[in-house]
């Protein structure tokens, strides 16, 4: 392996995104959350978690919930008679995981392409423990590739590793040309792989984000559960002051200063119009949106946003800007 990739936070290891299994805990993807889940309330109402299977009708025993009462039977016969239900034993979990070129950026300890793999894997992880199905189609500039939902750690390292195989080929040097496309067809290809009641959670910065991918997302809603991991650095959110800022698409290269009003004002204005036009299109779906950024463990954002907070963390120092965007 190049020097260069063993670069923390540049890329991934298959071994670190193994390790991310002993991190994976003190957050669900199920509708009962705490109550300062951000999955709580609206949200928490729409997710469907696992089906439930009906397994008989008996008489009511003290400490029965009452809202399983059955008023039919209990009428009928004269005596209380509750449903009991069962829960299913697996759901399946479909991840969406992006490694485009617009992921190789980082201002902050990761770059967005190592975040999202990191949110992958503790997902994953997450998801067989509890004894779901797990799959992905895992897509850059070039090409999706699909893992189909099974319920087994064998399943999780080929995720794992599509995901470093993919992760590793981003280069600067090697003039990717970023595909806006690739996440429509991604979102499109989910639709016909998932059947109903998936959980589908896509991982991504949304490069390319159009009217087309919100109505997949939409089209994706009717039978199945949707989740949005937005990924982003800092710098989306607030510019630093009086900097010289490189940016490049692989391609070509400007320089930006960083002190300019206007660019002080508009650049953070990409990731809020984004996050803003999901948040807007999506709310009566029910969908909910959970952003990740580069510069945080992503097992404490996590359970942060579903959940579980742990004590503080110190914010991570800063360090170069790397990458394409």
Not at 66 to 72: C, H, L, N, V, Y
Not at 284 to 295: C, E, N, Q, R, W
Request: hydrophobic share 40%.
């Amino acid at each position: 392996m190049p020097k260069n990739k063993l670069i923390p936070g540049v890329y991934v290891s298959l071994q670190e995104l193994i390790c991310l299994q002993h991190q994976a805990s003190g957050f669900s993807f199920l509708p009962r959350q705490p109550v300062h889940s951000q999955l709580s309330g609206r949200y928490g109402s729409r997710l469907r978690g696992r089906g439930l299977d009906f397994e008989e009708l008996r008489q009511y025993r003290p400490g029965d919930d009452i809202r399983s009462m059955d008023w039919k039977a209990t009428k009928r016969t004269r005596q209380p008679y509750v449903r009991v239900y069962t829960e299913e034993r697996e759901r399946s979990v479909l991840l969406l995981v992006d490694q485009r070129v617009s992921m190789f950026f980082g201002s902050q300890v990761n770059m967005k392409s190592v975040t999202a793999a990191e949110a992958a894997a503790l997902a994953a992880w997450r998801v067989v423990s509890a004894g779901d199905r797990v799959g992905a189609l895992v897509f850059n500039d070039f090409e999706i590739r699909e893992i189909k939902p099974r319920r087994s750690k064998k399943t999780v390292l080929q995720i794992l590793q599509q995901i470093v195989r993919q992760n590793n080929a981003l280069e600067v040097e090697r003039n990717i040309i970023a595909k806006k496309e690739m996440l429509d067809q991604t979102l499109e290809r989910a639709r016909h792989l998932a059947g109903h009641d998936y959980l589908i959670c896509v991982i991504s910065d949304f490069f390319g984000l159009s009217d087309k991918s919100l109505h997949q997302v939409k089209l994706l809603c009717r039978h199945n559960d949707v989740m949005l991991l937005p990924v982003y650095d800092l710098l989306a959110k607030e510019l630093p002051k009086n900097a010289t800022i490189v940016v490049s698409d692989g391609i070509q290269q400007i320089l930006l200063d960083s002190g300019e009003s206007r660019l002080q004002k508009r650049f953070p204005d990409f990731l809020q119009n984004r996050l803003k036009t999901l948040s807007d299109t999506l709310v009566k779906f029910g969908v909910p949106i959970l952003p990740i950024h580069t510069a945080d463990p992503v097992a404490t954002q996590i359970r942060e946003s579903l959940g579980y907070v742990p004590g503080n963390q110190a914010r991570a120092g800063k360090v170069g800007v790397r990458g394409a965007r």
